[in-house]
């Protein structure tokens, strides 16, 4: 049963009895469903974050920062060992929230989550000119914002407002320093065949943070599945463990 956290900011469903020694933070256009699985013997808790399922959307275009900083409260309710689970895009925030309080979080799990940018390619001359165009009055901007519903990835096209926005904000971001101050372990699983985050680009990851663990899922891909979602609970034991 979903229950309201952070005065109505938050909606997160819990597992397990006592306080909760697992946070655990889903990706993009998902929800708390996909994580509560990933527990074992711990008891957890699995929110929705601000945007998605029943928590309401932030007034503003937060980065992944921002969504660390009103999630943190939360991690003062945790039970030790206090592990932070994130897929995708949760796992950003999770990334964020280690950074940014290490006495806190004491194990960090990552699935699935982009944190090396790929090669970024520069606008095409028809874009460029289309855009600059734009931003001169010359053409309304509904020309511009048909050339983006057309070429954009499919989270931008089903995001609207100010999720468009947050989302724009977070494709831009870069995690280089962040992952660099993380001080707890990191246990990263990913699907063999994740093309969101692919799993060769990942390993520069692990060597930025200062302690990190890959794992590769055979047959997986960047969705929770079944062995996915067996290697992630692995995963958190093993951090609680480690952690203890």
Request: aromatic share 6%.
């Amino acid at each position: 049963m979903l229950s309201s956290l952070l005065n109505g900011q938050v909606f997160g469903e819990r597992v397990g009895s006592g306080a909760p020694a697992v946070l655990a933070l889903h990706g993009w256009r998902r929800t708390h469903a996909d994580l509560m699985g990933v527990f074992g013997d711990l008891p957890g808790l699995a929110i929705d974050l601000p945007g998605f399922g029943a928590s309401p959307t932030p007034t503003e275009a937060w980065g992944s920062p921002e969504y660390a900083t009103a999630l943190l409260p939360l991690l003062d309710d945790l039970a030790e060992p206090r592990i932070v689970v994130g897929h995708s895009f949760g796992g950003r925030v999770a990334v964020q929230l280690a950074a940014a309080a290490p006495e806190r979080v004491k194990g960090l799990v990552l699935t699935g989550v982009p944190l090396i940018r790929g090669e970024v390619r520069p606008p095409s001359l028809g874009y460029r000119l289309l855009r600059g165009a734009t931003n001169k009055g010359l053409i309304p901007a509904k020309y511009l914002e048909a050339r983006k519903q057309r070429t954009g990835s499919d989270d931008y096209r089903a995001a609207t407002g100010v999720m468009r926005d947050i989302f724009v904000t977070l494709v831009n971001e870069t995690y280089d320093d962040v992952m660099k101050r993380v001080q707890c372990p990191v246990f990263m699983v990913w699907g063999e065949h994740d093309t969101a985050a692919p799993p060769q680009r990942n390993k520069r990851a692990q060597a930025l943070f200062p302690q990190a663990r890959l794992r590769i899922v055979e047959g997986s891909g960047h969705l929770i599945d079944a062995p996915l979602e067996a290697a992630v609970r692995d995963a958190v034991q093993q951090a609680a463990e480690v952690s203890a």
